[in-house]
């Protein structure tokens, strides 16, 4: 039998499609996370609003600092409870 060996990637990726575990991340943490995570609906004047007047670098700043957030939460609050049979080979 063999049992899958898990990585943090993997982890993190698995977390980050939980849309569940996103969202109460959110109400925990006061970020936006889970409208990051969604693929920008911005219509295309606004982006280009949002670019000419550096409005976007700030959102990019949030996001990194928010997703940063939450790869310390997947670790802490996931990763370091996963059972020892996810990182052996049977």
Request: charged residues 35%.
């Amino acid at each position: 039998m063999r049992v899958w060996t898990v990585t943090f990637e993997d982890c993190v990726k698995e977390c980050c499609r939980n849309s569940e575990l996103v969202k109460q991340f959110d109400r925990l943490r006061g970020t936006n996370l889970s409208r990051i995570l969604i693929a920008d609906t911005r219509a295309p004047i606004i982006k280009m609003i949002d670019e000419s007047t550096g409005y976007d670098k700030v959102l990019e700043e949030k996001a990194h600092k928010e997703m940063s957030m939450f790869i310390e939460f997947c670790y802490e609050c996931v990763w370091l409870r996963l059972p020892e049979e996810c990182f052996s080979e049977v």
